[in-house]
């Protein structure tokens, strides 16, 4: 067991909905200790790729990608959610459903800050479904960058995200694979990783 599995067990919460609560130490308040562990590992997964930017989506993703960002050498660019429906400004702009929050929300780069030149490291806290992925990949895409890779600090393997991003192509490293989790038993279990190489 790595040492992210070994804290999910310690302090993460089952909630019903396959929810997976990790707010007293990921995406409310915040073990920089253990971020600076996430971003080292991912310096280790992804030491071969030729990266120089970080992409993430607002607003758990934030923090995890500035700690990594150290590890890399690069600036971190967020995709800032929008409501307004007529976003003004020269921006790339892609659509997501929030997953734990059930609402759709635009989110938007600006082209001041992604172009063709970029290659891309795309970081965020959870995979479920993958739509936030899939609305990260789309605004690289538009750019003309490169995503070289995407690194996801817990992966939901039970649910589709992981498959349909691996099946597209996409390098995709996650520290942890939950492999199934139960609400009322309060217990959670993780997949082999080598089995989702
Ligand atoms: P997806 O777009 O892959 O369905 O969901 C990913 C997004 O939903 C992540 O950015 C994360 O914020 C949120 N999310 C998905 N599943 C969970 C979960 O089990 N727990 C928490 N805390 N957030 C989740």
Redesign the pocket.
């Known amino acids: 067991m790595n040492f992210l599995e070994e804290r999910i067990l310690r302090d993460g919460v089952v909630r019903e909905g396959?929810?997976?609560?990790?707010?007293s130490f990921l995406?409310h308040q915040m073990d920089i200790e253990l971020f600076d562990e996430i971003g080292k590992e991912f310096k280790k997964r992804f030491k071969d790729c030729d990266i120089n930017k970080i992409i993430t989506?607002e607003a758990?993703?934030i923090g995890i990608a500035c700690v990594a960002a150290k590890h890399f050498g690069v600036p971190v660019v967020f995709a800032k959610k929008s409501k307004s429906i007529n976003i003004e400004g020269d921006v790339y702009m892609a659509e997501?459903e929030?997953?734990?929050h059930k609402c759709k929300n635009q989110v938007v780069v600006s082209k001041s800050f992604l172009n063709s030149d970029d290659r891309v490291l795309i970081i965020?806290?959870?995979?479920?479904?993958?739509?936030?992925?899939q609305g990260l990949i789309s605004i690289v895409n538009d750019a003309g960058a490169k995503v070289e890779g995407i690194g996801i600090v817990i992966e939901?393997g039970f649910q589709n995200?992981g498959r349909t991003i691996r099946n597209l192509g996409y390098h995709l490293e996650s520290l942890a694979i939950v492999e199934s989790m139960d609400a009322e038993k309060s217990t959670v279990t993780f997949a082999d990783q080598e089995e989702y190489k």
């Open positions: 396959n929810v997976l609560k990790v707010d995406n989506i758990s993703g997501v929030s997953f734990t965020d806290d959870f995979l479920a479904n993958g739509c936030a992925l939901k995200g």
